[in-house]
């Protein structure tokens, strides 16, 4: 196990009375470097960086960032959400660096869908079920990673596989 030890601590918005997030800080007692090209390439970082070795994620409205000797995630509910979010990333690191013989590591992004490439792929019928006012506003929040595919209730399952798929190999910008 690459991952063993790690200390949150919770970073409150002091400076914005009234903030309705926070944000926390697992200081890691192992060095993940080694992991993080492979991370990449496994759950589709958003940003990655060779030097210093950093890679981000940006899912359901939060940068869930991993560095050599630290996790952060900003945007969090409180600190139950905090240690459940960088539990999860510890399992994905120890998981990916237990598979890295089948992963290829990069440090780059791959090219991501563009908003059309989505939209084309859900069925604009924008029945407003997932919660947003059209098919288009959904495509985009997908890019925010704000929605997910599974809030669309009208997919095919051929399209919520690529979708899915998508999703999971991508964070879009
Ligand atoms: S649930 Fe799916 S089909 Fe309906 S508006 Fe949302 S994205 Fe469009």
Redesign the pocket.
Known sequence: MLLQTFHLTIVNNHCMPGAQSVNCIANLEQDVSCVIPYLNSALGGSQCTQEPPSVTFKTEGKLISVQANCITVNGIKDEKQAQLIVEWMVREINETWDNRAAITPHYQQPERPSIADLLRL??????????????MV??VRLTEGAKTPA?????TDDDRYTLETYHSSFSWD
Not at 122 to 135: A, H, K, M, V, Y
Not at 151 to 155: E, H, I, V
């Open positions: 859900l069925p604009q019928t924008n029945c407003r079920e997932c919660g947003e006012p059209t098919c959904f495509a809030q669309c209730t009208q997919l």
